[in-house]
């Protein structure tokens, strides 16, 4: 199928910006390093055209599409946020998958710059695991919360924060575990940096101001690949 031919699916949505798939086939490509041109290469296509994709809302064929998820090494359910309500590791493990472990200065390169995690507490109700958004300053991992809840109970505590990324379409993926004390901020020149500094809102939304920064003891981490 031709990008003419593709083109003719295209319905514009009554808004201006990048559709889903758009923002899909952008993260996947940086995901993997590649440049338009060596994508489109990949899939017999115009890097205008996917230039298009990325950032304009449209609802390509399936066959561009097919051909795009082989390009990028995924899968058009992937691609066209059909998996979005599923948890990630569905898919099948890969071929002679090899766990390795990772040294703390890979692990450290995994983490930053900004993401999100998931702290281990222990809260009057028993232990919890909540994910946050969390930014790496000075080698120590920050994220802010609301005093009441749940991730604010790792104030003075030692905790456990673990961050990972899983690759469904080529069953292999990373997990670092950090390790340290966590303290509630209070200098308010940290604060200020720490807000200057930071990558995005709390996805969660509402009030969360107060900042916790937790200082590392141990860092591990432990990577599958696959043939």
């Known amino acids: ?12 949505p009554p808004r201006d910006g990048r559709g889903d798939i758009g923002r899909r086939v952008t993260a ?4 993997l390093g590649l440049s338009r041109e060596e994508v489109a290469l990949r ?19 399936i066959g ?35 766990m390795l472990e990772l040294s703390p200065d890979e692990c450290r390169a995994l983490m930053s710059t900004h993401g999100v995690g998931r702290v281990a507490v222990t809260t009057a109700d028993g232990p919890a695991i909540v ?7 000075d080698g120590a991992i920050a994220y802010r919360t609301a005093a009441d809840a749940v991730p604010a109970a790792a ?28 303290r509630v901020v209070t ?11 930071a990558h995005t809102s709390p996805w969660a939304g509402g009030d969360r101001g107060l900042w916790l920064i937790i ?13």
């Open 155 to 182: 104030a003075g505590s030692e905790v456990a924060f673990e961050v990972d990324h899983i690759d469904d379409a080529m069953s292999q993926g990373w997990s670092v575990l950090v390790v340290g004390t966590a």
């Open 215 to 227: 200082e590392p003891t141990r860092i591990s981490g432990r990577r599958i690949k696959v043939a």
């Open 64 to 98: 561009f599409l097919l051909r795009l998820a082989d390009a990028l090494e995924t899968t058009v359910v992937e691609l066209t946020g059909g998996n979005v309500e599923l948890p990630p590791g569905m898919g099948r493990a890969g071929h002679r998958p090899v």
């Open 43 to 61: 899939a017999g296509s115009a890097p205008g055209y996917l230039q298009y994709i990325e950032e304009q809302p449209s609802a390509p064929g």
């Open 1 to 12: 199928m031709s990008d003419n031919e593709v083109r003719g699916t295209h319905r514009r």
């Open 187 to 197: 200098d308010p020149s940290v604060v200020r940096r720490l807000e200057a500094e």
């Open 131 to 137: 994910p946050v958004n969390y930014q790496v300053t």
């Open 28 to 31: 996947r490509r940086e995901q």
